[in-house]
């Protein structure tokens, strides 16, 4: 049987007929019900059914079935990670709107006081977002037993540990150019301290891997006032190359290298990451690392559908997620 030619979705029934099979066990099978006794000769005829057709099961019937919303909340982070969040929420709505899900974003906040009123409201079938989620809102996800999606996760094998990924990509590329006393510097605001913990341990890892010294650490103010007298003091220690928590962190340490009277990278290399547009013309231009948002997307989708109950291909390694972008400032 086949739907070409005409705009009649495939329905159950459809697939029952095809598989031989009730629509009873088409919806057991797809619905991934428990405590049914079907053989995985019956489940592989009905899901090869429901792909030979291109049927897709109706949302709403399938969470009324299993108690769920057909909702995914999605969370856009409090951190200075550029336009990625959104481009891959966006994305990811798009993705996932094809499978007949919806994708809620929800803007995280100090006290994560919209995300615990989201899941008690929406009941939710997944929480998903860029990192995972701290405090009341993760307290809230955990206590409801749901599912959450993050990047670097288990559950999203084809992006491998983000962190680590990233972390060897930098220490490499200024290993490369004789650096091997590194430094990170955290943005001063105590909000994104989490995402600064997450690419200090992805390059602490890769240092130990290489033998490196320890990585000296310190946190750099927005405003700027304590930047040269922290990048005197890292120059001072040997330290030949920073690694910033983000590319607005990069800039607050390549003020202070000028406030400090020195060079950059003659006497301190520096490099950001998630590559916005302005480190292009930032003085010298910045070294960073850029996000493929449709690379993310492509391994998030499969994870969250099977997450979520439906068959779906297991994902495999694909395109690397994060890219190195070389400038002036290493």
């Known amino acids: 049987m086949s739907t070409r030619g ?37 489940k592989t005829a ?28 999605y969370i856009v982070p409090r951190t200075d990670l550029g336009e990625l969040p959104l481009e891959v929420g966006s994305r990811l709505t798009t993705a996932l709107g094809r499978h007949g899900i ?26 998903a977002g860029v990192f995972p989620l701290a405090g009341a809102a993760a307290a809230a996800v955990d206590a409801a037993g749901i599912p959450q999606i993050y990047l670097g996760s288990e559950k999203l094998r084809a ?28 943005s001063g605001a105590e909000v994104l301290r989490p995402l600064g913990d997450y690419w200090l341990s992805g390059l602490r890892a890769a240092a130990d891997e290489h033998g490196l010294p320890d990585i000296e650490v310190a946190s750099v103010d927005i405003d700027g006032s304590d ?25 607050v340490v390549l003020h202070g290298i000028r406030r400090a009277g020195l060079r950059c990278p003659g006497d301190l290399a520096v490099m950001g990451v998630d590559a916005i547009p302005l480190g292009a013309v930032s003085s010298p231009p910045l070294t960073s690392v850029v996000f493929d948002a449709k690379t993310i997307v492509d391994a998030a989708v499969p994870a969250m559908m099977a997450e979520l109950g439906y068959p779906t291909v297991a994902d495999e390694p694909g ?10 400032s290493t």
């Open 6 to 42: 005409t705009t009649t979705r495939p329905t159950k029934a459809d697939v029952a007929r095809l598989a031989k099979v009730s629509t009873a066990t088409v919806s057991y099978v797809l619905n991934n019900v428990e405590g049914q006794r079907i053989s995985e000769q019956t």
């Open 46 to 73: 009905v899901r090869d059914a429901a792909a030979q057709l291109g049927y897709r099961p109706n949302l709403a019937a399938r969470n009324l079935a299993v108690g769920g919303s057909g909702v995914v909340l």
């Open 102 to 127: 919806v994708l809620s974003m929800q803007l995280e906040t100090d006290d994560g006081q919209n995300i615990v009123d989201a899941v008690a409201n929406f009941n939710p079938a997944a929480v």
């Open 159 to 186: 992006l491998g540990s983000l962190h680590l990924t990233v972390g060897a990509m930098r220490v490499e590329h200024l290993m490369s150019r004789g650096h091997t006393r590194l430094a990170f510097a955290y």
């Open 227 to 251: 930047a040269a007298e922290i990048v005197s003091t890292w120059v001072s220690a040997g330290v030949t190359a920073v690694c910033a928590q983000s590319d607005e962190t990069a800039f």
């Open 319 to 328: 395109e690397d997620p994060a890219r190195l972008i070389v400038r002036d």
